[in-house]
């Protein structure tokens, strides 16, 4: 509540203020990524797709890809494994995903380790918000 009445008192629309939260979430894993690599010369909705739909075979068995839970149109929610809703993936239809750095944070770790095995790079999860900002 308090975001929406700072949005009207600014007279920014809602989606404004949902892209700048985004961004600062994205300059940040930038960030991280050049520290991580210093030729890292920017994030890549086309890496971004292909490391959604992979099924790289590292994490857990019942989760093998991003799309196991997520479907493959990130336009569509999807379901866990325990049938719960799960809201759809692509900016497009969801403007609020990705501008929480809390929640973005919580669901990388969560779903990173479930799918990967491992926690994602800066450069995985910059290149994983520009495929669905594109979507």
């Excluded at 068995?61 to 999807?78: L, N």
């Excluded at 799918?115 to 520009?130: M, N, P, Q, Y």
Aim: charged fraction near 25%; include cysteine; hydrophobic fraction near 40%.
């Amino acid at each position: 509540m308090a975001i929406a009445l700072a949005v009207c008192a600014l007279g920014l629309p809602a989606g404004a203020m949902a892209d700048a939260r985004r961004d600062a979430i994205l300059a940040e894993f930038l960030a991280q990524a050049k520290k991580e690599d210093p030729a890292f010369a920017g994030f890549s909705a086309g890496r971004g797709e292909a490391f959604f739909r992979a099924s790289p075979a590292a994490g857990k068995p019942d989760t093998p890809s991003c799309t196991t839970c997520h479907g493959e149109r990130p336009e569509e929610g999807g379901r866990t494994r325990a049938g719960k809703a799960i809201d759809p993936m692509a900016v497009s239809v969801n403007p609020g995903r990705y501008t929480d750095p809390k929640e973005v944070a919580k669901w990388f770790l969560r779903n990173c380790k479930s799918v990967l095995g491992r926690e994602c790079s800066a450069a995985e999860k910059g290149d994983f918000i520009t495929f669905m900002k594109g979507r």
